[in-house]
């Protein structure tokens, strides 16, 4: 068993505009991505758990080419709000570094 | 085509730019703004980057476009691209024009938008809300500082057709800045909108991106190959496909007023070690024209307060005492204001940092583990003198709160200084499109002759 971030180059959060925020896991090689790919230990049900999320609110891909996984997900506050606590969304990733991948 | 930047403002090497215009470009195209420094530059027409670095980016690129004779076109004008950050951008091209002695046409094109033009799509039923959206009326409308549409490729095709040399666009679409000239030279869409995608963050899609800097694309029939000048860069075709997944929700599909692309079948080999050709990417017409709107408002005046406990007793109590603290000012707040100032008029929150400041109703952790706690105090009001009345009144409670551990007068929190004033703070309002009756209506054109220091106005 691995974390996620110790097989991932990058994990990294970002707005995908004002409302949504996105995540994406990415990777250094085909073989450490198709064994994360594989594994199914990351997943739309697995994201949208870490935060506490219905998983049909949760938009989930694998982008082959890019060797990366991809999740977006609406944002608790939109962008700038009163509420909101990241402007740039960019803090938002640490609850997917510890997911075990076998 | 050359992208000198990802946003103007944020720098080059002048070096790239040179050796980028020896590759004789057809054009130059680079994108000045963005949401995503947040509402308050819609919101106020203030520009994200500091002026005078816009001035610096702006002026080698009119310079260069000039000495090739290539149209030079940027979007979303002093970020938000509202009509005040078009005006001030357009000032900017005129002095730069003095000072360098430059001739052109010089096309200025509006995006922000007529309030009873947007009230009356709205009664038409052709403002349709994206997902997620907040609810969007004719209050919505009223209440907004500036509404922009974000344009697509079709009002800078019409302005380079009116003969404008340097298109200065209000709110666009990232890649409709690049991909207008090369669709309106019947290049397939597919190709013509992946390479914009590619070129509108400048060199972010390079392996190895040290500052923002220039990329270079080749359009062509059945390809477009992608290569940064810089010959210490470069792209693989890993780094180009990831690119497509920056600030997008969905990276195979990307939305425009026209159509969808969609890079599912998108294709990334290697030319060079530093080239990359694409192949396979697909442009789907939508059936209906959308324009996207971005609005701004004022969310009122806010004073803030930093300060921190390391009190152990306080820590364990945190939640309990942020609770009780809030009752508190409440209290107090009434008592100086009265019925000038009902509980819905204003909004008093506190942040939590060592707990969830940074993650809100996001965050997993529940259990603390810092031995001290930040905390930022918020008071957003209709005018900045409430706001700061508010601030003070927290300063005071908050640093004699009791708790049940002590007795006697506590001192409770660690200001380090006194509140701040922010000033008006903003919020987007709008996440909707509109179904215009064609592309240009709402974009109207400005044309403007320009020689030197001398300028006169076109009928447009």
Known sequence: ?102 | MLSPTGVAGSGFQESSFERALEQRPHFIGCDAGSTDPGPEYLGSGRTAFPLDAIRRDLRLMLAGARRLKIPLVIGSAGTAGADVQLELVAQMVKEIAAAEQLRFRLALIHAEQDRAYLARRLRENRVKPLNPAPAFGADTIARSEHIVGMMGAEPVQRALEAGADVVIAGRASDTAIFAAIPLARGFPAGMAWHAAKILECGAAAVVNRKTPDCMFAWVRQDHFVVEAPDPALRCTPQSIAAHSLYENADPFRLVECSGTLDLTDSNYEAVSSRAVKVTGSRFVPAERYTVKLEGAEKAGYQSVLIGSVRDPFIIRQIDDWTARLTERIRARVNMVFGDRLKPADYVFSIRIYGKNGTMGPLEPVREMRAHELALLFEATAATQEIANTIAGITRHQALHLPIPEWSGLITAVAFPFNHLERGAVYRFNVNHVVEPDDPYEMFPMDLVEIDGAAFRALAA
């Open chain 1, 1 to 102: 068993m691995s974390a996620l971030a110790q097989l991932a180059r990058l994990i990294r959060s970002k707005n995908a505009g004002p409302f949504e925020l996105t995540f994406d896991i990415m990777f250094e090689d085909a073989a450490t991505y198709e064994r994360v790919k594989r594994s199914g230990a990351v997943s739309r049900e697995v994201v949208a758990a870490r935060y506490s999320l219905p998983p049909e609110k949760v938009k989930f891909f694998y982008c082959d080419h890019a060797l990366a996984i991809k999740a977006s997900i609406p944002r608790p506050a939109t962008q700038g709000d009163l509420a909101d606590s990241d402007g740039h969304g960019g803090q938002q990733y640490a609850p997917l570094m510890d997911i075990e991948i076998p």
